[in-house]
């Protein structure tokens, strides 16, 4: 079985500083993908960025960045530069060759002004 | 424009009573899951479909049922809701995840049980 665990519940960043969220998973597979999602109060759960597990190379988007450790089956994510927009639930996500996604408990990020 | 579209998007049944919840997508997507989403818990992945080949996880409730009469829709049905049942209902699409495509979200069904 496959879980994922964010050992943060709750973070805050003061505005333009940077945050790290936390984000280990345990599988026995070797062929799957890693996202974080974000889900801001009343309002949809959206993309924030992927990681392919066979690709060495940490994801970057813009403001977003991750930190894949394939061998300690960590893989967090980095916002640089906080916006009050990022204000809102991330979730760590775990998906595999077997079209199952699977999600950690979320970190809930405050941007503070 | 909404590309997931879950309806209602507010839901209130009574105990026991028969309830169906609905998802729609403009996406073409192969895939579509159903997620249970509790205060303060990750989404559940209750079960998905790939085409019409339906995958139920191995500790979702026999109350929770789900179709899929077309590539676009797909139904959540609870067939006894009990006060458990009350959360969030999350629909989502992929393309296909072995090609690492991403889920697509709806906004959720946010269902009560009096």
């Known amino acids: 079985a496959q879980t994922v665990t964010q050992s943060q519940p709750e973070m805050s960043v003061q505005e333009a500083e940077t945050v790290t969220l936390s984000c280990t998973y345990d599988t026995s597979e070797s062929d799957y993908y890693l996202f974080w999602y974000k889900q801001p109060p009343s309002r949809q759960m959206i993309l924030v960025i992927r990681q392919e597990a066979y690709k060495q190379q940490n994801a970057t988007e813009n403001r977003f960045s991750v930190n894949f450790q394939k061998a300690a089956k960590s893989f967090s994510l980095k916002i640089s530069d906080s916006q009050l927009g990022d204000a809102a639930m991330y979730f760590c996500a775990f998906s595999n060759t077997g079209n199952q996604f699977y999600f950690g408990t979320g970190t809930s990020l405050t941007v503070i002004p | 424009d909404a590309m997931v579209i879950q309806n209602p998007r507010y839901q209130v049944t009574q105990f026991g009573k028969p309830v169906t919840l609905s998802c729609s997508q403009t996406?073409?997507?192969?895939?579509m899951y159903w997620y249970q989403q509790k205060s303060s818990q990750a989404p559940k992945l209750l079960f998905h479909?790939?085409?019409?080949?339906?995958?139920n996880e191995a500790d979702t409730p026999d109350n929770f049922q789900s179709r899929r009469p077309n590539t676009s829709f797909c139904f959540l049905d609870i067939r006894s809701p009990g006060l458990g049942d009350a959360a969030m209902y999350l629909c989502a699409t992929s393309r296909d995840a072995g090609l690492a495509s991403e889920a697509f979200f709806g906004q959720g069904t946010r269902l009560t049980v009096v």
């Open positions: 996406l073409n997507h192969n895939v």
């Open positions: 479909y790939y085409d019409k080949d339906f995958n």
